[in-house]
């Protein structure tokens, strides 16, 4: 994994993973170790990391909270290239028809994952300062089809992805990319074994047409990697849906 | 001969934020096809304007003061019209804070700010919502409509929580189609691009960016607020659009096409 803005450099790349509520976190950023990055675990979540990875816990109560992992990040491994985030309440899986959705639930999912998400932007343009970098937020896939029951979470994951769009508008000026990855939930998402996923109107052969559920530790974070990388240094805005092509989104 | 009858005749909708612009718009061509339309505004003068207007084309209407981020005054004004009217047929969810529209740099949205905006436009949808279903279960042709934007749909550089809270909406509306579809209660979303008050007073402080907005409408044109905007929440309550759900529709005259 090369540095985003150098594509003859062979120096190490240094990503912040920076993730609230689930453990999908950890495994993104063993992925992101293995492909040689070096790599902090910015976390609420009390998760088991390769010993590679440099982990924080943080809360993420305040944009106070979140700049001071960040922080602590740069003061242990230097500044970060790539910031890659994800924010989705464990409350958020909870599948529940709206009739019945208390006012708490309702806002620890579509206000908490969304202000999460603009801490870690706004820390992240701060930690950059200047230099540039690349910024990719993921989420589960859910969020392009919809679920009944889980109305507010897919509020909360498409509203992030547009507050990606208008980032990613704002900063491509000092070189700031902003990227939204979509994750095929099965296997990744064990939290949404039990919810009403919409299945693929497809007849023939049973989905993903490539025969697997993408893996968020290997086929993710590579792909995160090329997002990151200078390969890809005109792509910014833009939502890549991994899911092995279960939804073919338009 | 055949007259048309009048396309909602007999029904009863809501309609939040309709005491001016594009609610005020939606409310009157909702009441143009014949449904009894109950205004819910935060403040009730313009609300009563609205009324006026529509009793003076022979229609039907009730203003009902109601703040959408208040819980109690959301139950309150679709207990209003069930009381008024016997029954709920169609709820639009159309109030924003003004503030949306101000320009803002995405790091120096503050707390404050974020939940100035996301209490009308999401909470007030979350409490329209929990109070309209059981109405919207009974009626036979029960419709949940929002606004969203093209904001949300390609994400504008300076209005970041604008275009995530109405990107958010994209979000709601599928997963809330597939939550209510068994009810035979259709949801969708219309994103409109329209002139209105803010819209115009957004250009007369930026004079230079209006030509350069412009171009980006193949009509040559913005949308009116009755004619386009409230004919096409009319149009996808209407039995002929029966079968229509989850759907963020763009009534922008073709502005954004990258979809």
């Given at each position: 994994m090369q540095g985003p803005s150098d594509k003859t450099s062979s120096a190490v790349t240094t990503v912040f993973v920076v993730v609230s509520g689930t453990d999908a976190g950890a495994a993104l950023a063993n992925g992101l170790a293995r492909q040689r990055a070096r790599v902090a675990l910015l976390t609420d979540r009390a998760v088991e990391t390769e010993s590679e990875v440099t982990r924080i816990e943080t809360s993420f109560a305040s944009r106070e909270n979140v700049a001071a992992a960040f922080s602590a990040a740069r003061q242990q491994l230097g500044c970060a290239q790539v910031v890659?985030?994800?924010?989705?309440?464990?409350?958020?899986?909870?599948?529940?028809?709206?009739?019945?959705?208390?006012?708490?639930?309702?806002?620890?999912?579509?206000?908490?994952?969304v202000k999460d998400t603009i801490y870690c932007l706004q820390a992240a343009y701060e930690h950059f300062d200047g230099r540039g970098g690349s910024i990719v937020v993921f989420g589960p896939s859910v969020a392009l089809v919809g679920a009944p029951g889980l109305a507010p979470f897919c509020m909360a994951l498409e509203a992030q992805r547009s507050l990606a769009k208008s980032a990613a508008r704002q900063w491509g000026r000092v070189g700031i990319r902003v990227n939204w990855v979509a994750i095929g939930a099965e296997g990744n998402y064990p939290e949404l074994s039990s919810a009403a996923i919409p299945p693929v109107p497809e007849l023939g052969p049973p989905p993903p047409p490539l025969g697997r559920v993408p893996d968020i530790g290997d086929d993710v974070a590579d792909?995160?990697?090329f997002l990151s990388n200078d390969v890809a240094r005109a792509v910014t805005g833009t939502t890549v849906n991994v899911d092995g092509g279960s939804w073919m989104v338009p | 001969m055949n007259i048309p009858q009048p396309r909602l005749q007999g029904r009863t909708a809501i309609v939040t934020g309709a005491g001016g612009g594009i609610g005020r718009g939606i409310a009157l061509a909702l009441a143009a096809e014949g449904a009894n339309v109950v205004i819910a505004v935060r403040r009730k003068v313009t609300g009563d304007e609205t009324a006026e207007l529509i009793a003076q084309e022979r229609g039907t209407a009730l203003?009902?003061?109601?703040?959408?981020?208040?819980?109690?005054?959301?139950?309150?004004?679709?207990?209003?019209?069930?009381?008024?009217?016997?029954?709920?047929?169609i709820a639009v969810h159309n109030a924003i804070n003004r503030e949306s529209a101000n320009p803002l740099a995405l790091e120096d949205l503050t707390d404050a700010m974020w939940h100035a905006q996301?209490?009308?436009a999401w909470d007030g949808t979350y409490f329209l919502a929990q109070?309209?279903?059981?109405?919207?279960?009974?009626?036979?042709?029960?419709?949940?409509?929002?606004?969203?934007s093209f904001f949300g749909r390609h994400g504008a550089a300076m209005n970041p929580a604008y275009s995530a809270l109405k990107g958010g909406i994209r979000g709601f509306v599928k997963a809330l189609a597939r939550e209510w579809g068994p009810y035979q209660v259709t949801v969708n979303?219309?994103?409109?691009?329209?002139?209105?008050?803010?819209?115009?007073?957004?250009?007369?402080?930026?004079?230079?960016?209006?030509?350069?907005?412009?171009?980006?409408?193949p009509m040559g044109r913005l949308g009116r607020p009755r004619e386009d905007i409230g004919r096409a929440v009319v149009a996808i309550c209407s039995d002929e659009f029966g079968f229509i759900t989850a759907q963020s529709i763009q009534v922008d005259g073709g502005m954004y096409t990258a979809t």
């Open positions: 890659v985030h994800s924010s989705t309440p464990q409350i958020a899986f909870t599948s529940t028809p709206i009739e019945g959705l208390s006012y708490r639930h309702w806002g620890e999912v579509v206000h908490v994952a792909l995160i990697g | 203003a009902v003061k109601c703040d959408v981020s208040v819980r109690a005054d959301v139950d309150s004004a679709v207990a209003a019209a069930v009381a008024a009217f016997g029954g709920l047929d996301a209490s009308v109070a309209a279903l059981p109405h919207l279960r009974r009626s036979a042709r029960g419709c949940f409509v929002m606004l969203g979303a219309i994103e409109p691009a329209a002139a209105t008050e803010p819209t115009e007073i957004f250009f007369s402080q930026h004079p230079q960016l209006r030509a350069q907005f412009m171009r980006n409408f």
